[in-house]
């Protein structure tokens, strides 16, 4: 009788541990899927920051169709991380967030728990005006990128990506200044010279997240002085590898 | 081999009996159990990370396939709008896109229309909504354009200021309303001028020009909506006169919200003189405010073409209506949107009034210096008008109702002027587009207008008006026993 109990149990178990394969190998195939989708990443560090390309956005052809140029990344955000995202535009640094010209910024308060957003930067011409989309968390903001427009530079646009699907995804200390999106004309080099330190700025733009505790460091960096504590690691790049 | 001692029989049915099988048997058991827990914590895990990426890819479940499912896609431009939309079968379904008058209740005139099968689509919608672009609206149905509508630059000329997204009605005959999309209502952009800026307040319930986007059942109308607004606390017209009900507050103040202010248009601060001498007025020893008892109403509200309103002074600390108070009709007529009537009510508690005077306050918010009745034109500064009270003859003629029109000598919005000139910036001036006040009261003996008229400050004495006198006040003295509605009203000047 216990011998019948334990063989009923044990096949009862069995089959629960086969269903539960089963389910676990579909809803595996579905994270493959919509990873495949959204780039894959692996929260190994779930206090840290974490950032991938999207290969193919997901943008509808009636729309591409008028975008000039179209970037998605999907970023990991652990909790308790308050930052500001700020699109800068104008003249430009290639290193760096110098920007002399249009910025606009909103804050982003994370509050406890740790979330996923899609960021979506795109580039639109209308009517010889450039505009720059940057939509992330539910908004959308517009801006115009200090006049920067697109007519002589398509062939020497320069495009950074602070994570770029070919190197896979990147994680960052969340004290980190990170420009994840920088686009400039190289043609457009010009010698600029500020509290007599001279450096090359170029047309173009960037999309930036600022931690809270980095505001003035960024605002310090933007108007192209260095602040006399700056730490290297205060500024991500595209360089710098992950520590 | 050696025999084991013997036990005895006790002993014997203590000792554990484990035979190799019930050994394997238990540790298979429990290697099952374990890899039966991994497989749970992992399924955890795969559904946290699954239903993570899945709020990041705006994929639309289908919770219920009988009925209209959307999601959102991710925005990448500001013009572009898409969605991921579920139709049921069984019923025929379009896609709707009305342009035009909008309101809280109010759906536009449908422009256009377009069938959608059962199953998964994506409808992309484009709104070029700038006088640059003639007012485009695109709709896209899994990437071919089905709606193209050009509004033209003459349907909002100056474009719009701000526009803000709005609901859709309430339709109670319609058990599963209609799936809204988008929509829209735009606040017009007014020009005063180079460097001069108005700052319009929104109200959702203004109809103004904007649009809706939504899927419904084939070949739907939607009723017109009532121009009146009917709640606890607020009555009258939507793009009219309203009156807004405060608590414990005694006088009556009536907004015009279709003029983009927050502030009263019409501030009234009633007074009550009873047969047996008793004065009630503000502040009352009897009653704290007013509520609004439409149980006065004797037969149901029409919502069509008149709407009434009936208030009761309420106890002192309390919203509740007390013993014996004076009883106000107030009365809304839709060929009259600029105007609510105003009377005592056909109550027996009203006997007892001998009679009553309206105050019309709010002089110095409003620098109320222009006075307009029968054949007479006043200009408190022109006409150097001293510190005092005035009656007004409005008699006109056979005319059976007289008018009496009053409003600043200023042009501009209030807001601008007191932006321009620093020393109105204290005074509260009203902030919404510029009005003109109006009242129309019978032409025979149970009235009487008097106008007060001032020349220093408002509690500050000694400190001149700032510009010249102004009218501070209007008294309406009326009869007890007359039942003749007293019309105010309250416009937008310079026929905007």
Same mark, same amino acid.
């Given at each position: ?30 994270? /493959? ?9 692996t ?55 110098y ?12 509050g *406890?728990?740790a ?23 539910g ?16 062939? /020497? ?36 010279v500020?509290? *007599? ?7 173009? *733009? ?11 460091v960024?605002? /310090? ?20 590898? /992950?520590? | 081999?050696?025999?084991? $001692?013997?036990?005895? $029989?006790?002993?014997?049915r203590?000792? $554990? ?9 238990l %540790?298979?058991?429990m290697?099952?159990?374990f ?17 993570g ?6 994929q ?7 009925r ?19 139709? !049921? ?44 672009? @003639? ?21 909002? !000329? ?10 859709? $009605? ?9 799936m809204q ?21 929104g ?11 939504? =899927? ?7 009723p ?14 939507? @793009?009219?006169?309203?009156?807004k009900?405060a ?28 047969a ?7 502040p009352s020893?009897?009653y704290?405010?007013?509520?609004i ?7 149901? !509200?029409d919502? #069509?073409?008149?709407n ?48 009553? %005077?309206?105050? =019309? ?47 600043? #000598?200023?042009?501009? !919005?209030?807001? =601008? ?5 620093e ?11 510029a ?20 020349t ?10 700032p ?9 309406i003295?009326? @009869?007890?026993? %007359? ?6 009203y ?5 026929g905007?």
């Open positions: 009788m216990s011998r019948m109990l334990a063989a009923c149990v044990f096949i009862s178990g069995a089959v629960a541990l086969l269903v539960l394969s089963i389910m676990n190998s579909q809803i595996q195939a579905e994270v /493959d899927r919509l990873e495949a989708e959204l780039g894959h990443m929260i190994e560090d779930p206090e840290r920051v974490y950032i991938v390309e999207v290969v193919n956005p997901d943008v509808p052809p009636e729309v591409r169709r008028n975008l000039k140029y179209n970037w998605q990344f999907r970023c990991y955000l652990p909790p308790g991380y308050d930052y500001r995202r700020a699109s800068c535009g104008g003249r430009i640094s290639k290193d760096g967030v920007a002399r010209g249009g910025h606009s910024s909103t804050w982003n308060y994370a *406890g728990q979330t996923h957003q899609l960021l979506t930067v795109s580039l639109q011409e209308e009517n010889g005006q450039l505009q720059v989309h940057c939509s992330f968390d908004s959308m903001g517009t801006s115009s990128w200090g006049g920067f427009r697109l007519d002589n530079a398509d062939s /020497d646009l320069v495009v950074e990506k602070l994570a770029n699907h070919a190197d896979g995804p990147r994680s960052f200390d969340v004290n980190a200044i990170l420009p994840l999106l920088r686009v400039y004309d190289a043609n457009s080099a010009e010698a600029t500020i509290d *007599g330190a001279s450096f090359t700025s170029y047309t173009g *733009g960037y999309v930036a997240f600022i931690p809270k505790p980095l505001e003035l960024f605002n /310090d960096l933007r108007n192209g002085r260095t602040p006399t504590e700056f730490k290297a690691g205060w500024l991500a790049s595209v360089e710098q590898r /992950d520590e | 081999m050696s025999k084991t $001692p013997e036990s005895t $029989p006790e002993q014997s203590l000792r $554990p009996r484990a035979s190799l099988l019930s050994l394997l048997t %540790t298979a058991l290697a099952l159990a890899a039966i827990g991994l497989a749970v914590r992992k399924q955890h895990a795969l559904k946290t990370q699954r239903e990426l899945l709020a990041v890819s705006r639309l479940i289908v919770e219920d396939e009988d209209l499912a959307a999601s959102s896609l991710v925005a990448t431009a500001s013009d572009f709008s898409s969605w991921q939309v579920y139709v !049921p079968e069984g019923r025929e379904y379009e896609v709707y896109l009305g342009v035009g008058d909008v309101g809280f209740e109010k759906v536009p005139p449908i422009q256009d229309t377009f069938s959608i099968s059962a199953g998964m689509h994506r409808i992309t919608f484009r709104s070029r909504d700038r006088t640059k672009y @003639d007012f485009q609206y695109d709709v896209y149905l899994d990437g071919e354009k089905r709606i193209e509508r050009v509004m033209g630059k003459e349907w909002m !000329p100056n474009g719009w200021s701000s526009a803000s997204g709005i609901g859709w $009605p309430e339709m109670e005959d319609r058990p599963e309303a209609p999309l988008a929509a829209r209502s735009y606040q017009p952009k007014h020009d005063f001028g180079r460097d001069r800026y108005f700052h319009g307040q109200d959702s319930s203004v109809t103004r020009l904007g649009y809706r986007l939504w =899927i419904d059942e084939k070949n739907q109308s939607y017109e909506a009532s121009p009146f607004l009917v709640s606890l606390f607020e009555g009258g017209l939507s @793009d009219g006169l309203r009156y009900l608590n414990q507050q005694w006088e009556w103040q009536f907004f015009r919200p279709s003029l983009e202010g927050s502030s009263p248009v019409i501030q009234v601060s009633p007074e009550f003189v009873l047996d001498g008793k004065v009630i007025s503000n020893q009897d704290g405010g007013w509520v008892d439409q149980s006065r109403r004797e037969d149901a !509200p919502l #069509t073409n008149e009434f309103l009936y208030l009761v002074g309420s106890k002192l600390g309390a919203y509740v209506a007390a013993e014996n108070s004076p009883v106000i009709e107030m009365k809304w007529d839709v060929d009259k949107p600029d105007a609510v009537g105003i009377r005592l009510a056909e109550v027996p508690e009203n006997e007892r009034i001998e009679r009553w %005077t309206l105050r =019309i306050q709010g002089g110095s918010e409003h620098l109320w210096r222009k006075l307009v009745f029968a054949d007479t034109a006043i200009d408190t500064v022109g006409d150097k008008l001293a510190a005092g009270d005035m009656q007004l003859d409005l008699s006109s003629g056979s005319n059976e109702s007289a008018m009496l029109w009053w409003h600043a #000598t200023e042009t501009l !919005p209030l807001q =601008i002027v007191s932006d321009e000139n020393a109105y910036s204290n005074l509260g001036l009203y902030d919404g587009l009005v003109m006040q109006g009242l129309e009261v019978p032409v025979d003996n149970n009235f009487r207008v008097t106008a007060t008229i001032a220093e400050i408002p509690g500050e004495v000694g400190v001149a008006f510009g010249g006198a102004i009218m501070e006040e209007i008294q003295e009326i @009869d007890g026993t %007359t039942r003749d509605w007293i019309w105010l309250a416009k937008a000047r310079s905007e």
